[in-house]
Structures are given as structure tokens and as C-alpha cells.
């Protein structure tokens, strides 16, 4: 079992840059893949990002590529999304998540956090 907490959500105007971290419980934590999602009112979740294990492999969405960095720190049992030049449409709930296998939908993720609201303002 794994339980994850995200963090670092919060409002930022255009152009800003935010830092989500996503904390892990669980002895097992450096064995998952891990992914951030997003999700906005009346729509379905988004993929984000994913990385592998070991932080060898990721992999972005085209909407966000060249602006977001995953990275994780497996000693703090930790995964990041540092978000740079933030636009309106980054707004969303952003969720974190562990799976057995880098992935690009939500079902293959077994666990997830509760969301931490991010908000771009114009």
C-alpha cells in the first residue's frame, strides 16, 4: 500500500513557474512508476507526465513539453513537477499517482493522491 500527498499547488500568474511535489508512505515506493495528472471541472483526467522507477525514463504530453520537469528523489520518497511558464490552460486539480509501469491513462495507476489545486490566472 502506498499513500500520496501532493503539495505546492496554489495561484500563479501567466508566465510564473510552480513546484508540486508529491509525498510517498510505503516501503515499497522506488518500485513504481509514477505519473501526474490533471483534471478540470466537466472534463476527463489528463495525462501529464510519467517517470520510471528510477528516474531513468519520462515522458511528457505534447501541451506541456518544454515547460514541465518531472523528477523524482527516491531517499525521500518523493516525486516533483516543476511547471514553468505557466499558462491559463494549466489550470487543474493536479493528481499524483503510482503504478506498475510508466503510463499514459489513469488506469494503470493504483494509487493516487488527493489533488492539489493549481490556478493561472491571465
Known amino acids: 500500500q502506498v499513500q500520496l500527498v501532493e503539495s505546492g499547488g496554489g495561484l500563479v500568474q501567466a508566465g510564473g513557474s510552480l513546484r508540486l511535489s508529491c509525498a510517498a508512505s510505503g516501503r515499497t515506493f522506488s518500485s513504481y512508476a509514477m505519473g501526474w495528472f490533471r483534471q478540470t471541472p466537466g472534463k476527463e483526467r489528463e495525462f501529464v507526465s510519467t517517470?520510471?522507477?528510477?528516474?531513468?525514463?519520462?515522458y511528457y504530453a505534447d501541451s506541456v513539453k518544454g515547460r514541465f520537469t518531472i523528477s523524482r528523489d527516491n531517499a525521500k520518497k518523493t516525486v516533483y513537477l516543476q511547471m514553468n511558464s505557466l499558462k491559463p490552460e494549466d489550470t487543474a486539480v493536479y493528481y499524483c499517482a503510482a503504478g506498475s509501469s510508466m503510463a499514459r491513462t489513469p488506469s494503470y495507476y493504483n494509487y493516487w493522491g488527493q489533488g492539489t489545486q493549481v490556478t493561472v490566472s491571465s
Open positions: 517517470i520510471s522507477w528510477n528516474g531513468g525514463s519520462t
